[in-house]
Structure formats: C-alpha cells, structure tokens
C-alpha cells in the first residue's frame, strides 16, 4: 500500500503559477510511476501529467503541455507539479496518484492509489 499526501493548492489569478506537492509513504521501496490528475466541477477526471520511476521519461495531457511540469524526488518520496500560466479552465481538484511499476501510465484508470485531492481554483 502507498499513502499519498497532496498540499500547495490554494487561489490564485489568471497567470500566476503555483507548485504541487505530493507526498508518498508506505511500500516506497518498489517502483512506482505517479502522475496528477484533476476533476472539474460537473466534469470527469482528466489525466494531467505522469512521470516514470526514474523520472526520466514525462508525459501530459495537451492541455497542459509547456504549462506544467512533472517533477519527482525519489530521495524524498515526493512528487511534484509546476503549474504556469495558469488559466481559469485549469480549476479543478488535482490528486495524485501513483501505480505499479516501471513505465510511464497516461490513463486515468491506470492508477493503484490516489491522494485525497487539492483544491487548484483559477481567477480570471
């Protein structure tokens, strides 16, 4: 089992950036590939990015894409999510999420286990 833990969301304008954060505990010891995903208001849960365990290898959703960036620090067991230019349509609940293994996931229903979820809300 892996207990994710997500913080750094909060308000902010049109424009302005903000970085989640996501931290991970129990059974850290075997791979992990972890990724965002986030949920609109009357909307489904849309993939966001996703990052493999060595971190090398990234993957995002369009639009999100030279936006946000994926970050991961494995000594810390902790994931990251560089927002820039944010835009009101980027409003959403973001949680994080985590799956088994190696490769690099970017479905929604490839994910094992997710965060509680943090509130990302978009002024314009």
């Known amino acids: 089992q892996v207990q994710l833990v997500e913080s750094g969301g909060g308000l902010v304008q049109a424009g302005d950036s903000l970085r989640l954060s996501c931290a991970a505990s129990g059974r850290t010891d075997s791979s992990y590939a972890m990724g965002w995903i986030r949920q609109a208001p009357g909307k489904e849960r849309e993939f966001v990015a996703a990052?493999?365990?060595?971190?090398?290898?990234?993957y995002y959703a369009g639009s999100v894409k030279g936006r946000f960036t994926i970050s991961r620090d494995n000594a810390k067991n902790t994931v990251y999510l560089q927002m820039n230019r944010l835009k009101p349509g980027d409003t959403a609940v973001y949680y994080c999420?985590?799956?088994?293994?190696?490769?690099?996931?970017?479905?929604?229903?490839?994910?094992?286990?997710w965060g509680q979820g943090t509130q990302v809300t978009v002024s314009s």
């Open positions: 999420v985590a799956a088994r293994g190696s490769g690099l996931y970017g479905r929604v229903d490839d994910y094992d286990y």
């Open positions: 990052i493999n365990w060595s971190g090398d290898m990234k």
